[in-house]
């Protein structure tokens, strides 16, 4: 069973990036346990394996770390829920496109804890929700906004990096790039859709529906570093 951790303050990146690749050898390694990282970090820009350089619109704003995850350019910064998932696909089928699913899924059912209709869109990585209370796109269709960001990479078939979710990030933060190359589309937090939910009631949603989701049950562990 995964081992929950809720890492203090802002977490460095490039540190947390590192003790995360050393865990994920542990589990490789059968020394350790699955774990799921809850944190914060300070701002900043990551760029996946399939980021352009055109999609970082302000290269001098906030640091910019490039990472082997899938996806294109996202944000991180205080306010935003960051997931790590340190998973052992070995023992939970060999299925990157089931296991992202679940991802997709474990998201929608925590934020649907919140009474907030969220969903896919085919074509478009992470999380989406539609404002009806914003103009219509050019089309005519509903304009949706982007609420969680997903990108995973998996080394021996144990996963890492995770999912990020917009609890109450300044939304100005994300103007420096276009965030996975989507640029028709806005982003949106929990927050700015007016649901005054805090990051303790988000913790408690995600571990409360990871056990539905991923079908074992998910212990949380002492507020401490792993």
């Known amino acids: 069973m995964p081992q929950w951790t809720t890492l203090p303050g802002l977490a460095g990146y490039t540190e947390t990036l590192a003790a995360m690749e050393a865990r994920v050898a542990e589990i490789a390694a059968g020394h350790a346990p699955e774990a799921i990282w809850l944190l914060e970090h300070p701002p900043l820009y990551t760029a996946g394996t399939s980021a352009k350089a055109r999609d970082l619109t302000d290269p001098g704003r906030f640091p910019v770390h490039h990472v082997g995850r899938g996806g294109q350019y996202t944000y991180h910064g205080p306010g935003q ?102 640029a028709e589309h806005g982003v949106t937090s929990l927050v ?9 009631d988000l913790d408690v949603a995600l571990r409360r529906n990871f ?14 570093p792993a």
Not at 154 to 175: A, C, K, Q, T
């Open 211 to 224: 056990d539905q989701i991923f079908g074992e049950a998910a212990r949380p562990s002492a507020r401490e």
């Open 192 to 200: 700015d859709l007016g649901l005054p939910v805090g990051m303790d």
């Open 81 to 182: 829920r960051v997931a790590y998932i340190m998973l052992d696909l070995n023992k939970r089928g060999r299925d990157i496109r089931c296991f992202v699913n679940q991802l997709e899924a474990w998201v929608i059912a925590t934020l649907g804890d919140f009474n907030l209709s969220a969903e896919r869109r085919a074509g478009r990585v992470g999380v989406w929700v539609t404002r009806p209370d914003k103009p219509r796109n050019p089309d005519g269709s509903p304009r949706d906004e982007k609420i969680a960001a997903i990108g995973v990479k998996l080394r021996r078939w144990v996963s890492f990096h995770g999912i990020s979710i917009n609890v109450e990030p300044d939304l100005s933060h994300f103007d420096g790039i276009v965030p996975c190359g989507i």
